[in-house]
């Protein structure tokens, strides 16, 4: 059975380090920061311009004034720091951030992501994408495995705008959780009761199994 959007979220929070600087990106990037580890701490960064950044407000919680680069409400962690959006930039650009989590319209066999533009579509930009792919130690991306249409996003080749090259390590779907490297997808966990067959019906890029593979575990 498909993750659901917050369990994709649940998943991606296992990789965070204690001590990681991470920076979410919109979409189901950002509710990893409901699922960090009780027993990690982690620095969540916001391109906007918050270092310590926390889980969705409850509705006694909501500020208006509180919110991350999607415009979305949250909280402030103890010991969070609010500045402006060229220090939060310089930060991301010295490569100060440990970790970034993207979602993405499609990703390919090199590593490549495209996550901003689709011809035609009104998108909202680039963001801190490009910044984020170009100073980011290590990147994930996270997204469902196929479109609405039931078309793959995990391509031989990316067809849309790039957002960066050969600069995705991960890539963690509501089917499974891939290694790319080797100008491959190499499957590490399959989502429960979802089968190989599945994965690779809906994978179009090159995918290598390996001896048995697990069920994650999102607990």
């Not at 993750?3 to 998943?11: G, H, N, S």
């Not at 407000?57 to 004034?65: F, I, L, S």
Request: proline content about 4%; aromatic content about 4%; charged content about 20%.
């Amino acid at each position: 059975m498909a993750l659901t959007r917050d369990q994709i979220a649940m998943r991606v929070a296992q990789e965070f380090q204690d001590g990681d600087y991470v920076n979410l990106g919109i979409g189901i990037p950002t509710l990893a920061a409901n699922y960090v580890p009780k027993h990690i701490q982690v620095m969540l960064q916001s391109e906007n311009g918050l270092l310590g950044m926390g889980p969705y407000p409850t509705e006694d919680q909501v500020d208006a004034d509180m919110i991350n680069a999607g415009k979305e409400t949250v909280t402030a962690s103890t010991g969070a720091s609010i500045f402006n959006s060229a220090e939060s930039f310089a930060m991301i650009r010295g490569g100060h951030v440990d970790f970034t989590v993207l979602g993405a319209f499609e990703v390919d066999v090199s590593g490549s992501i495209a996550s901003w533009m689709i011809p035609g579509k009104l998108i909202k930009g680039m963001g801190g994408a490009m910044d984020l792919v170009a100073g980011a130690k290590n990147i994930i991306v996270t997204m469902t495995h196929a479109d609405k249409h039931g078309n793959s996003k995990l391509l031989p080749s990316c067809t849309l705008p790039l957002t960066g090259v050969n600069c995705i390590t991960r890539i963690i779907t509501d089917l499974a959780v891939l290694e790319v490297k080797d100008n491959a997808f190499h499957l590490r966990e399959r989502a429960p009761g979802v089968t190989i067959d599945e994965i690779k019906e809906k994978t179009a890029g090159k995918l290598v199994v390996d001896g048995d593979i697990p069920e994650m575990k999102l607990s």
